[in-house]
């Protein structure tokens, strides 16, 4: 079985090109020339260069001694959260707005959840000299400020999504709105494995560096030439992506997806794509997403901003119906606990969203040979007011 | 492949006269409006009627119709209800209706059990702008063909020569040219598409071609009127039920836009 997208853009029954006819030359352009671009070996030197100069990579695999004890396996994590920027978003915005270039594009827009997409892009586009316009749902702009500063302070202009639920699949529609005014000079970078083809694959094959690295950091480690487990969080699906791409066709790694449950899987304020979604049209894919029985978007709930989209890509959601790939649902105060005792105990601050896939851990039956995996897609610092409203509200009810 | 439909959207494109069309979102500004609009409408002499089924996100849509859609699902709008207010409205509405929306509420409600709903009623067109030609010839044209349902498709200024024609090839009842790349009801000028209108008339297409988009005025209508087969509004009304269904308002609006037809 191949889990590689098709010509016309499909994992499967997933993924496609619903785009409006405005949209149609552009994406169709991005179509026919990603790979050809990505497989330049000038456009690769670049790209290495600036991941590794600018960006920091490789990043490390460190074994975790504390979850290693608690679980009795050995766990290592993948520093995604050591990255400039971060989080793994960087991997993927050097590589579009390179792209972007070689297009002869002359503006950036992008879309943010919780702002570290927009933060990355806002960075790509500040070294490579390209103007950028962020926009982020008016609610997050709440929760997330300093990251609206920061985009700022590195040149890009924000804008508020004021449409909808005010979160990132409404500053996603934004900016495909943003993008249908503007169809000729300006570049669209999403930032997750969303959207019509070949964004899906094109930002799985950015983030893939996530697990080639893992190719050679885990048999110099463990001895093992491949891990049982790989552990990553879902929101989009970037971080997962990338952690997956490489051993999608050795069916021995198990492959562990964690999305937000929020409140409680049922508790009407969750986000758990494929345990609540079902198949539709949303953001020019064909995927899973939640959606009302008339095919109405359904808001979704996460304390991490960054996993508060209501879909997932159409590769997770391909994964997740042939059984590649085993997704499990973990609530706030699940991901809440596993990121202050990773703080306490390995002082490590994970972003929100990387917490839902340590506290995944606790789901999976692990035996002490095995060697797990788990992407700590991002680091926590812009999430230091939820991690002390919680602690706080933990100290009071105790 | 040319299999012209023979229903009321051919019907009214025998005729060279300028086509004058509105669009407006079902079960806005409330939720039992519909039909009582589709009346004023044909009262006041409109060629045909687009009606938008209201969708949470659609991206193809500006301000003005995105609240629209926000406004008629609060309502509680739902395709069902919509095929419920149209049932029995071929006994005294004669214009022709296209039905608009995004891709996703039909895929959920069943694209041919869609169809067939459309054909029983009396639906003569169907526009989904995010169903890409493709899909379209792979899966769902027999029950457009099944149902007599006219399959409309946007062009655009961006759509290349070859796509022009292979958009025309798989179009039915008429082209929907967009004036000019933006969202629904942006400020772009219809002088700034002249040149596009220009490549419009001169081209021999298959299809009749109507412009929307942007269109607001009675002067936009007649300029843009010298190069296509007629025109659609769809934001400038929408506007004008912003405060809620007034029929004085909407005939007088009309007939401002028919001034100089």
Redesign the interface.
């Known amino acids: 079985m191949s889990y590689q997208v098709d010509e016309?853009g499909f994992y499967g029954p997933y993924g496609?090109?619903?785009?409006?006819?405005?949209l149609?030359?552009?994406v169709a352009e991005l179509a026919e020339n990603y790979q050809d671009i990505m497989a330049d070996p000038d456009f690769q030197n670049e790209l290495k260069r600036l991941l590794h100069r600018y960006a920091g990579r490789e990043t490390p695999l460190y074994p975790s001694p504390y979850l290693s004890g608690l679980y009795g396996a050995s766990i290592l994590l993948k520093r995604e959260d050591l990255c400039h920027s971060g989080s793994h978003k960087i991997n993927n915005t050097l590589g579009q707005v390179l792209l972007a270039k070689r297009l002869g594009k002359k503006r950036i827009v992008a879309e943010t959840g919780a702002g570290s997409h927009g933060v990355a892009t806002a960075m790509a586009c500040a070294l490579l000299k390209m103007p950028c316009s962020v926009y982020m749902g008016e609610v997050d702009m709440v929760r997330q400020f300093p990251n609206v500063e920061r985009m700022r302070l590195l040149g890009a202009e924000v804008i508020p999504a004021v449409?909808?639920s005010k979160t990132l699949?409404?500053a996603t529609?934004e900016a495909?709105?943003h993008w249908?005014?503007?169809?000729?000079d300006t570049y669209y970078v999403i930032g997750s494995v969303v959207g019509p083809h070949p964004y899906p694959d094109m930002v799985a094959r950015f983030q893939s560096v996530i697990s080639c690295e893992l190719l050679g950091q885990v048999p110099e480690l463990t001895g093992k030439q491949l891990p049982d487990y790989v552990v990553a969080c879902v929101g989009g699906g970037s971080n997962a992506a990338g952690s997956f791409y490489h051993f999608l066709d050795h069916p021995a790694v198990r492959l562990i997806a964690a999305e937000a449950a929020g409140k409680g899987l049922h508790s009407g304020f969750s986000a758990a794509a494929t345990f609540l979604g079902k198949e539709?049209?949303?953001?020019?894919t064909k995927t899973k997403f939640m959606?009302t029985?008339?095919?109405?978007?359904l808001e979704a709930h996460s304390i991490s901003a960054g996993l508060d989209y209501p879909g997932i890509g159409p590769l997770h959601a391909y994964l997740h119906d042939t059984g590649r790939a085993e997704f499990v649902a973990v609530t706030d105060d699940e991901a809440m606990d596993a990121g202050i005792a990773l703080s306490k105990n390995e002082g490590i601050i994970p972003a929100i969203e990387s917490a839902h896939a340590l506290a995944a851990l606790a789901q999976l039956r692990l035996k002490s040979k095995d060697v797990v995996v788990v992407c700590l897609s991002g680091r926590g610092d812009k999430d230091l007011e939820t991690y002390i409203q919680y602690s706080t509200s933990q100290k009071s009810e105790s | 492949m040319s299999m012209l439909h023979e229903n009321r959207l051919s019907e009214i494109f025998r005729s060279s006269r300028k086509k004058l069309s509105i669009y407006l979102t079902a079960g806005y500004p409330k939720l039992q409006d519909t039909v009582p609009l589709l009346e004023i409408l044909q009262n006041s002499e409109i060629d045909f009627v687009e009606i938008g089924i209201p969708f949470s996100d659609s991206i193809m849509d500006g301000p003005v119709i995105l609240h629209s859609h926000q406004v008629a699902l609060e309502n509680g709008m739902t395709i069902d209800l919509l095929f419920d207010q149209l049932a029995e409205i071929r006994d005294y509405i004669s214009i022709p209706i296209v039905l608009m929306g995004s891709m996703n509420p039909v895929y959920q409600y069943g694209f041919e059990k869609f169809c067939r709903q459309c054909g029983k009623i009396g639906i003569d067109g169907l526009l989904l702008p995010d169903l890409p030609l493709i899909e379209f010839k792979r899966h769902y044209s027999t029950f457009y063909r099944q149902n007599n349902l006219a399959s409309v498709f946007m062009i655009s200024p961006q759509t290349s020569e070859e796509r022009l024609a292979q958009i025309d090839e798989a179009t039915e009842g008429f082209l929907y040219a967009v004036s000019s790349s933006s969202t629904t009801g942006a400020s772009n000028k219809m002088e700034d598409s002249q040149s596009y209108f220009e490549q419009l008339q001169i081209r021999n297409f298959r299809n009749p071609v109507v412009v929307g988009f942007n269109i607001k005025t009675k002067e936009d209508i007649s300029f843009v009127n010298q190069y296509v087969d007629g025109v659609i509004v769809g934001s400038a009304f929408v506007q004008i039920l912003e405060g809620g269904f007034d029929q004085e308002r909407i005939v007088e609006f009309i007939a401002g836009l028919k001034g100089c037809q």
């Open positions: 016309n496609g090109s619903f785009v409006p006819e405005v149609f030359p552009n449409s909808g699949k409404d529609n495909f709105r249908i005014n503007n169809p000729e539709g049209i949303l953001h020019g959606q029985i008339e095919g109405q978007v």
